[in-house]
Each structure stands twice: as structure tokens, then as C-alpha cells.
């Protein structure tokens, strides 16, 4: 069996209504079925358009679709299942493959909340329903006398804008629906309230419940000291703001709504909370303070949003230093852009804690499947059973620390999730910015995980791309030597260029000679090294590697094997025995004679000596595969993060008669930080020790197809010596430049990653260590900020040793040569980036909020 490890997280589900921004009545609807549902108000609503409405017009103006604006909100909010306003809405986004494979992952409207045809009451067909935790709070807390009392309400007559079931929450009133209503009026007892300012201070000031709160029992928002409160003013009769006022509840910020009518009488308790949240970060010496956002919706005109402004300003507290109370925002953060292509700081959505725990998983071989089995988590309130699907949802990130063969990495599966097929009978799985996201639906029941080895999980990613994929000579080669090594982790035994050139020597040889007419190849056998010359090379590499890497260390694996050296009695020729294979009768390898023993007390009639085995024997350093065993290993271990990659060794790649042949293709787990982001997939191209030029134009070539069938790829290129020639820089140089096209998020088309021995045979720790140790142009990129991460380390070898610059500051450069554009104030910047600045909608900030005072700021775009 193979262990390991997996975080566990319990979660509600996210279920994501796809609607016109038009249309009121089924947005009212859906937020009302939320209300009923635990976690609902953290369901998103995504806008399905081909025009956009006129108040969001200014933020679109002509960089993404409709179809792109909807995905783009489908990849922010990761939903984990549908419901449509009205049949074929996925269809028309071309996501007809999310409506699932096992288990239905979307429904209709009519049919979120339905009852069966035997049953006079409805049903959510997905998620857990509030009354589970409606009984839970009721006997914990509300059928107890309270030393305090505790307030509800509800809203007594909704307007029909939508605004009171996106601020407080509105049950359904349908018959067979009313019955969440009622346990919530059992539970609480609320009182009837207007829509009113006064009602908006009992919820916001006085922590009076409100229709809400049930759906959020038991749930953490998780949030951190930089997400202050935020103040969302907006204007209910426009649907676009409603739809914005309920997304934002999914981001960090603590969101208080306020209709735009209500400012001018709620302005002294704004100002009030302003007053409360401008207080010194704690701990932090710099005199940093916490402060409040005013955020604008995209329907509140600019005369209103000077008003509104101009109305607030009086009361707020003096800046302190650069530090305002009160920070002005104009715009939507642009959640449907993907991580880089918009904002430098990209919007983040909310994490909900419940429960987690942290788990071994042993994962059973003997089937045909590699499976285990994990105890979930669950809500403690939920009942046994329920109507619906997708109750509830564990989220896992497994680990694959113990280098095992199996895949733990793949690419988000967003808008597919056939693939990979890693649970049966409980539908399909999410992979994305949470981990492997899988939908529960029964109390008590053991659920099923199911794996596949990484060579299997990169193939089927290959092939569904159009490719036959299959495994060179020296991707077998390489298979071996890591077989034997224990994987990844094992590869720092060879990491050591005299181990690599003996291991090399003793190998045997090829010599290729060639005239006008043939080509002639000639062999030379494996060698003998004493175990003297063994052991003075082990402890050699032992002083450089802080005494790791004992001679049985290469024993134990079966890198090299002891045997013993006698001359033939018959032809001379000394021949090489492993120990098992000794007798007192000896075959000669050459004359094929038997000879005897050498007994005698010439202890020069026979040596000790070993010799590589296995794939260790291959010539011409195992056809490469010790460069892109290497070359794994280094990526592996950059930045410190051991068990982040997954990967195949060499594979042919065939598609339309055209093949193509990489030394490696790996997935790259992103950093801890940096979840939001796809895994990278890298294409290797390793070479080995060479005095003249190892890359030649051909492999550059090769590189620029995968390039093209992968936007966003990394292309590795590594070679065992320290450095690249200059006929290798030429090229690499030219291919730097190639992948430098910008993509369509402003980015460079690929990423290049140069590695030398420096990286490959490096000893444990750091990278930024290693460079330190090499001095030079090495140690000037040896900080943090150049070693972080897979893409400023990539940029940073470029530096090093093509002597280019980033492609930021190349692009900087270039910018600072364009005219600027005189009447934003912005640089004119191509693609996505000089769209996202020039598209903010409302007035700019520098006219409309400056501030004799300094109370009110804005923040930098």
C-alpha cells in the first residue's frame, strides 16, 4: 500500500443561478430559495448576456464577450452545481459537459425547490436545508430563557426591487414552500419590520437576527487584518447592482449595503462606523491603520456619487500621515477576469471554515483501481437523510510528500469535470482553487477516492489535448533509474558530476565513426571500479553534501553491485563475476571457456570491483535520462516545496502524422500562496555533459510546437554542465524573444526555465543558497523575490545567463517609449492590461474625491 496525506475541509455547496441581468423575477426568486438554504447566501449569480446592460457598458468595452464575462464568474466562483433561469443557458456558454456525468450537477429554477409528486411540501435538490439548523439552534439556544433576549425580524412587505432579499433575506411564500418561513418564526419570533433606514439600523448596529443568519449557522468566514469594512451604496431599482450587492457577500470585505436613497439619513451612522474602524493595525510599528471602503455599484450615477461623497465628508476623522478613513472605490473588481489578466492584485473569493481535519490515506493497490476510502465530514446539525443532492461538500488537498507514483496534481477542470474520474457513485469532482471538491449526500457513510499513477493522469491530458502519447527508449530508462533510486526523493545520490562521469565511464561506451558511404558504431563493454575508488568518490561527494550518501546508500538501490575481477586461465581476458554468480567453475566471457577459481594466495589473481546495473549500465549517461531525472528533481525541490510536481519521462507525442518528442512533461502545484492559479505544465528538453554545443536548432523547433499546442506552458531547458555555450545562448536567446508575443492576458505567450549543474547537482536547501554559494551573476538574484515562485525563478535564469531582461521590465521599457494617454492619466498599455485600466466606470478619483483633510482617498487601480 501507498500512504498519503490529505486535508479535509467541510464546506456548504456553491450553487450558481445563470440568468439574464434582466431578469428580476428569477433573480428574487433564486435569492429567496437561498435564504432556505445553509451557505446559500454565498451562492453566486452569474450573468448570462450578448450585450451588456448599459450600466455595466463602461466596464466592457469590447475586450471579453458575454460567453467570456460568464465564464470568467464561473472560474471566480468555482460553483458546484447549476441552475438555470430558463433551459440551454449552459449550452449557450458551450458548458453543456457541467451538467454532469454521474449524478445531475444542474437543474431548472422551477425545479430547485419542488415538490415530488407524492409530497405536498417542496425539496431542495441541492444543498442542506435551514431547518436542520433551525432545530439545532432551537434546542441549544432559543427554547432555553435567555439571560439576554435576542431580537429578529423580518421584512413586512418587500419592495419588489429585490433589495430586501439581497440585504436581509426574504423567505419563499409559495404553499409548499412556507415552511421555512414558519420554523424560522418558531425558532425567533421575529417582528415584523419596514424597508426602511430604521430597520437597517436594528440589523447593522444592533445585531438583530434577520432571515439570513440561519443559512450561515456554523459557518466562519475567514478573513484577514487588510479586509476592512466595506460600504456598498447602490441603487435597487437597477437589477446589475442587486446582482453585484449579492456577489459581493463571496468576497472577503464585510459588506454593510446601502441604498443609495437611504445615505443622507443613515450619513451620521456611517460616519460613526468610520470613526470606529480608523484604528492603529495592532502590532504593526509602521502606523498602518485600518480603514473603511465606500464602493460605488455601477448604477449610481456620477452626480449621485459626488453627493454621496460631499454628504459623508464632514463627519469622517483627519488622515493621519498617508492613513484615510475613508477609501473612495468607483468600480467592480473584475472577478471575471482570470489570476493576471486584469487587476495587479487580483480579487480573491471567500473562504468559509466549518470543520477540518487532516488525514493519512492508504492507497490499496491490489484491485485494478488504486483506491482508498476516507471518513467525511459533515454538518453536525444535518439530518440522516435529505432530499437533495450535494448536500454538503469535503474539499481535500492531498499531499504527495512520500514521492509516490501516484497523481495527486491536475488541472482545474472548471468547465469539464469528466475528467479525471476519481470518485465513483457520488458524481463528479471538482478540482480547483480548494483542492478535490467532492459532493456528500448520507450521514455515517465512508466515501470512495479513487486514483490513477502519474504517468496515467499526464496521458489522458496529452490525448485529450489530440495527441497519441506513448514512452520513448529513454523515457523507459528513466522510468528505471527512478524505480530504483525510491523516486524523486532518491535522485540526490546521483546529483554529483564525478559520480555521473564514473558512472558514465563504467557504463562502456559508443563510438560512432562515418565515411561517405556508412555509418559505423562500435561498442565498448562496462568497466570495473575497485571498491577502494568507490568509497574514496562516496566520501568525497560526502564532505560537499553534509555527510549524506553512505556507499551502501548505492548498494541498497542497486546503482552499483559488488563482484569480483579474475583473469581467464585459457585467453587472458580478466573477466567480471557478481557475487551470485560464483563458483568454483568459471565461464569466460570471451572465449566462453570455463576456468577454475583462482584459490591460491596471489591475492592478485582476483579483485573486488562493482560495477553499475540496471538502467545504470545504458551508455551515453542513460540516453539522457540522468539530465531529466535531475531536472525533475531540481524543479521539484525549487523554492523548497517538495512533493509540488507530477510528471512523466520521456514521451513521443503524435498528432496529425507530426510527432514530437519531450524529455519530460510535468505539472507544477502552484505555491501556497498563490492558489488562484492553474498547475503549470512544463515540457523538458535535458541535456547531458558536453564540451560543444548540446542544443541544437531542431530541439529549439520542437519547443516552439509544444509552445503553440500550449499557451501558458513553461519550456525547461537544462543541460550538467554550469553553464550554456554561446552558440546555446544564441538560440535560447532567439527562443526567449519568440515566447515573449503577448497573450491575450498581457502576459508573454510561454515562460522559459534555464537550468545548469549548478541547479541540478545542487546539495539540500535553498535555491537562493546555492546562488549565494555560486557568487557572481548568481548570487544577484539569490533573494526572495527572484526565488519565490516557479515564474520568477524562470525569469531570474533568464537574467543570469542570456543577460536579458524580465519580460516586466522589458515591457515597462517599452511602455515608457509610447505616448501617454493625456486624458486618463495612464500609460497607453496593449492588451488586457491597457483595457482594464481605460474601462473603470464613474469619474476619476483624483477629481472627484480630493480632500482638504485628507479624509477620504482613493485607492490605486
Known amino acids: 500500500m501507498a500512504e498519503i496525506t490529505a486535508n479535509i475541509r467541510l464546506r456548504p455547496t456553491r450553487v ?125 439556544e432559543e427554547r432555553f430563557i435567555r439571560r439576554e433576549s435576542r431580537s429578529a425580524m423580518v421584512v413586512e412587505k418587500p419592495p419588489s426591487t429585490g433589495a430586501a432579499e439581497a440585504m436581509f433575506g426574504v423567505f419563499p411564500t409559495e404553499d409548499d414552500q412556507r415552511y421555512f418561513a414558519s420554523s424560522y418564526n418558531e425558532v425567533f419570533r421575529p417582528e415584523p419590520m419596514p424597508w426602511s433606514p430604521q430597520t437597517w439600523r436594528h440589523v447593522y448596529l444592533k445585531g438583530t437576527t434577520k432571515p439570513f443568519d440561519p443559512s450561515s449557522h456554523g459557518i466562519e468566514p475567514e478573513r484577514s487584518w487588510q479586509h476592512g469594512l466595506k460600504f456598498f451604496v447602490f441603487d435597487p431599482s437597477k437589477t446589475t447592482d442587486i446582482i453585484d450587492l449579492w456577489n459581493l457577500r463571496s468576497e472577503p470585505a464585510p459588506l454593510l449595503p446601502l441604498p443609495i436613497s437611504w445615505v443622507a439619513e443613515l450619513a451620521t451612522d456611517i460616519q460613526a462606523l468610520c470613526k470606529a474602524e480608523y484604528r492603529p493595525l495592532e502590532g504593526n510599528p509602521s502606523g498602518i491603520m485600518h480603514s473603511a471602503t465606500l464602493e460605488f455599484a455601477r448604477g449610481i450615477s456620477d452626480d449621485a456619487r459626488q453627493h454621496t461623497i460631499q454628504t459623508l465628508k464632514p463627519g469622517l476623522p483627519p488622515a493621519r500621515g498617508h492613513n484615510h478613513s475613508l477609501t473612495i472605490k468607483h468600480w467592480r473588481d473584475r472577478i471575471w477576469d482570470a489570476p493576471g489578466e486584469g487587476m495587479m492584485n487580483a480579487p ?125 527508449e529513454p523515457g523507459h530508462i528513466a522510468k528505471h533509474v527512478l524505480d530504483q533510486l525510491g523516486g524523486l526523493g532518491g535522485a540526490h545520490l546521483i546529483a554529483d558530476e564525478e559520480i555521473l562521469r564514473t558512472m558514465n565511464d563504467m557504463a562502456g561506451a559508443i563510438r560512432r565513426r562515418s565515411n561517405e558511404t556508412e555509418e559505423m558504431q562500435e561498442e565498448f563493454p562496462p568497466r570495473s571500479r575497485s571498491i577502494k575508488q568507490w568509497a574514496d568518490l562516496v566520501n568525497k561527494r560526502k564532505e560537499r553534501d553534509y555527510g549524506r550518501g553512505d556507499i551502501e546508500h548505492f548498494t541498497k538501490r542497486n546503482v552499483i553491485v559488488l563482484g569480483l575481477e579474475t583473469r581467464c586461465t585459457n585467453c587472458l581476458h580478466v573477466n567480471w563475476d557478481p557475487v551470485d554468480k560464483l563458483g568454483y567453475a568459471l565461464s ?55 512533493g509540488s510536481l507530477n510528471f512523466i519521462t520521456a514521451v513521443q507525442l503524435v498528432r496529425d502524422g507530426k510527432s514530437i518528442e519531450a524529455d519530460y512533461v510535468a505539472l507544477h502545484r502552484a505555491e501556497g500562496f498563490d492558489e488562484k492559479h492553474d498547475p503549470d505544465i512544463i515540457f523538458g528538453e535535458a541535456k547531458s555533459f558536453s564540451e560543444g554545443d548540446t542544443l541544437k536548432p531542431k530541439d529549439i523547433v520542437r519547443l516552439q510546437d509544444l509552445a503553440l499546442q500550449f499557451p501558458g506552458c513553461y519550456l525547461a531547458v537544462s543541460v550538467l554542465r554550469n553553464e550554456f555555450t554561446e552558440g546555446e545562448k544564441l538560440l535560447l536567446r532567439r527562443l526567449v524573444r519568440w515566447t515573449r508575443k503577448l497573450a491575450p492576458n498581457g502576459g508573454p505567450r510561454n515562460r522559459v526555465l534555464l537550468l545548469t549543474g549548478h541547479e541540478l547537482l545542487r546539495t539540500w536547501g535553498p535555491l537562493s543558497n546555492t546562488w549565494k ?89
Open 588 to 642: 569466460c566471457s570471451r572465449c566462453l571457456k570455463e576456468y577454475p577459481f583462482p584459490q591460491n594466495a596471489d591475492s592478485g589473481a582476483r579483485k573486488w570491483a562493482y560495477r553499475v546495473s540496471g538502467p545504470f549500465s545504458v551508455q551515453d549517461y542513460a540516453k539522457g535520462a540522468y539530465g531529466a531525472v535531475l531536472a525533475l528533481r531540481a524543479i521539484d525541490e525549487l523554492n523548497n516545496h517538495i
Open 773 to 861: 554559494s555560486v557568487g557572481g551573476r548568481h548570487a544577484e538574484f539569490a533573494d526572495f523575490d527572484h526565488t519565490r515562485s516557479l515564474r520568477t525563478t524562470a525569469e531570474a535564469t533568464i537574467s543570469i545567463h542570456l543577460d536579458m531582461p524580465s519580460f516586466s521590465a522589458a515591457r515597462h521599457a517599452s511602455w515608457s517609449r509610447r505616448n501617454t494617454s493625456k486624458e486618463k492619466g495612464f500609460l497607453h498599455v496593449p492588451g488586457q492590461w491597457g483595457k482594464m485600466l481605460g474601462s473603470a466606470s464613474g469619474p476619476d478619483p483624483s477629481e472627484s474625491t480630493a480632500d482638504a483633510d485628507g479624509s477620504i482617498s482613493s485607492p490605486d487601480r
Open 348 to 472: 480573491e473569493r471567500l473562504r468559509l471554515f466549518v470543520h477540518e481535519k487532516q488525514v493519512s490515506l492508504e492507497v490499496d493497490r491490489s484491485s485494478d483501481h488504486l483506491s482508498t476510502t476516507f471518513e467525511p465530514l459533515r454538518p453536525d446539525f444535518a439530518a440522516r437523510y435529505g432530499a437533495g443532492h450535494l448536500r454538503w461538500v469535503n474539499s481535500l488537498k492531498v499531499s504527495n510528500y512520500g514521492r509516490t507514483n501516484l497523481a495527486t496534481i491536475y488541472p482545474y477542470n472548471t468547465y469539464d469535470r469528466s475528467h479525471p474520474r476519481l470518485s465513483l457513485g457520488m458524481g463528479d469532482v471538482l478540482i480547483g482553487t480548494e483542492g478535490w471538491s467532492i459532493g456528500q449526500e448520507y450521514v455515517g457513510l465512508s466515501s470512495f477516492l479513487q486514483f490513477e499513477t502519474q504517468e496515467k493522469a499526464i496521458t489522458g491530458i496529452l490525448t485529450r489535448a489530440g495527441y497519441s502519447v506513448s514512452l520513448s
Open 16 to 140: 450558481a443561478l445563470l440568468v439574464s441581468p434582466t431578469d428580476r423575477a428569477s433573480i428574487i426568486r433564486f435569492m429567496r430559495i437561498s435564504t432556505c438554504m445553509w451557505g446559500g447566501r454565498y451562492n453566486p449569480i452569474i450573468p448570462v448576456f450578448r450585450k451588456p446592460p448599459r450600466a455595466w457598458a463602461g466596464e466592457f468595452q469590447g475586450d471579453k464577450t458575454g460567453v467570456d464575462i460568464a465564464r470568467g464568474y464561473i472560474r471566480f466562483f468555482e460553483p458546484d452545481a447549476f441552475v438555470e433561469a430558463k433551459p440551454g443557458l449552459l449550452e449557450d456558454l458551450g458548458l453543456e459537459s457541467l451538467r454532469g456525468v454521474i449524478g445531475n450537477r444542474s437543474v431548472t429554477l422551477d425545479e430547485l425547490l419542488s415538490s415530488d409528486p407524492n409530497k405536498s411540501w417542496a425539496e431542495l435538490k441541492f444543498g442542506l436545508p435551514i431547518t436542520d439548523a433551525l432545530a439545532e439552534l432551537y434546542d441549544r
